[in-house]
């Protein structure tokens, strides 16, 4: 069963910078799609960004573009999320998501906390 360790998460002032990483052990990230999710307080849970299992396609909600990068390097087992000029509309908690198969369902992170607040 795949476990996942979630870091980087913090406090920040706004226009600061944070590197989430999502480092998994018990199953072979190379062969997944994933993705980093959100959810603020009161709000629904939502997709930040998503990476193809090669990295070659890159997806990001529109209030990310241009500030936010989704990462993984495969040898390592880890994804991450490279995060430039927050705004406390980006407090949320963040979880690392493994994308469903044919052969297996999706799985989460445990949740890093990230509040940007001056």
């Known amino acids: 069963q795949v476990q996942f360790v979630e870091s980087g998460g913090g406090l920040v002032h706004p226009g600061g910078s944070l590197t989430l990483s999502c480092a998994a052990s018990?199953?072979?990230?190379?062969?997944?799609?994933m993705g980093w999710y959100r959810q603020a307080p009161g709000k629904q849970r939502e997709l930040v960004a998503r990476?193809?299992?090669?990295?070659?396609?890159?997806n990001y909600v529109d209030s990310v573009k241009g500030r936010f990068t989704i990462a993984r390097d495969n040898a390592k087992n880890t994804m991450y999320l490279q995060m430039n000029s927050l705004n406390p509309e980006d407090t949320a908690v963040y979880y690392c998501?493994?994308?469903?198969?044919?052969?297996?369902?999706?799985?989460w992170g445990q949740g890093t906390q990230v509040t940007v607040s001056s």
């Open positions: 998501h493994r994308a469903a198969t044919a052969f297996q369902g999706d799985a």
């Open positions: 990476i193809s299992t090669a990295g070659s396609t890159t």
């Open positions: 018990g199953s072979r990230l190379a062969i997944y799609d």
